[in-house]
């Protein structure tokens, strides 16, 4: 099971919609407009097969407060920001550094997806990393943590997520 958390508005729905196209691809081929998406109300199970089944556990960004109830279950964490809304980065750092501190995700690796790379106004990576101050709370984690700027949007940088993901099936047997 990887959680996949973050924000009410970041992107989780549609990235989850577009790893299962590309899965249903095997990797490859181009996804096409992108589908059209809802708010998630309460928590959405996806099934993505990219060489054995790997469920995602989508938890809408309103459910924060009850996101520990759903810990147990996780063997790897996705956590999405909105690279192009800086009033919520703050916010998206206090429930990043909430997660990192939850002794129930000790050890599983943690995947932060820096999405919207596609839309004018998005910070990059470095303005992000130096705004939240990244590199210290990547050498204090306790978790194996990997960054990617992507645009679930446009597709960009999802094959690598995919390969994370599998990655992760992988590893944790």
């Given at each position: 099971m990887c959680?996949?958390?973050?924000?009410a508005g970041v992107g989780k729905t549609l990235l989850v919609k577009r790893l299962q196209k590309l899965s249903s691809q095997g990797g490859q081929g181009d996804l096409g407009e992108p589908p059209p998406t809802r708010p998630t109300v309460g928590t959405d199970l996806t099934d993505i097969v990219a060489q054995r089944r790997i469920t995602i556990r989508e938890l809408g960004g309103c459910m924060?407060?009850?996101w520990s109830s759903y810990?147990?279950?996780?063997?790897s964490l996705m956590f999405?920001?909105?690279?192009?809304?800086?009033?919520?980065?703050?916010?998206?750092?206090?429930?990043?550094?909430?997660?990192?501190?939850?002794?129930?995700?000790?050890?599983?690796?943690?995947?932060?997806?820096?999405?919207?790379?596609?839309?004018?106004?998005y910070m990059s990576l470095e303005?992000?990393?130096s705004l939240i101050r990244l590199?210290?709370?990547?050498?204090?984690?306790?978790q194996n943590i990997t960054t990617v700027e992507i645009s679930a949007k446009k597709?960009?940088?999802?094959?690598?997520?995919?390969h994370w993901l599998q990655e992760q099936q992988r590893t944790s047997g």
């Amino acid at each position: 099971m990887c959680l996949l958390l973050g924000a009410a508005g970041v992107g989780k729905t549609l990235l989850v919609k577009r790893l299962q196209k590309l899965s249903s691809q095997g990797g490859q081929g181009d996804l096409g407009e992108p589908p059209p998406t809802r708010p998630t109300v309460g928590t959405d199970l996806t099934d993505i097969v990219a060489q054995r089944r790997i469920t995602i556990r989508e938890l809408g960004g309103c459910m924060s407060p009850i996101w520990s109830s759903y810990y147990g279950t996780c063997r790897s964490l996705m956590f999405m920001i909105d690279a192009s809304n800086p009033t919520q980065l703050s916010a998206s750092c206090m429930h990043l550094l909430g997660l990192l501190s939850a002794e129930q995700l000790s050890e599983v690796s943690v995947l932060i997806l820096f999405n919207k790379i596609d839309q004018p106004c998005y910070m990059s990576l470095e303005e992000i990393k130096s705004l939240i101050r990244l590199p210290d709370i990547i050498a204090c984690a306790k978790q194996n943590i990997t960054t990617v700027e992507i645009s679930a949007k446009k597709g960009t940088g999802l094959t690598g997520v995919l390969h994370w993901l599998q990655e992760q099936q992988r590893t944790s047997g």
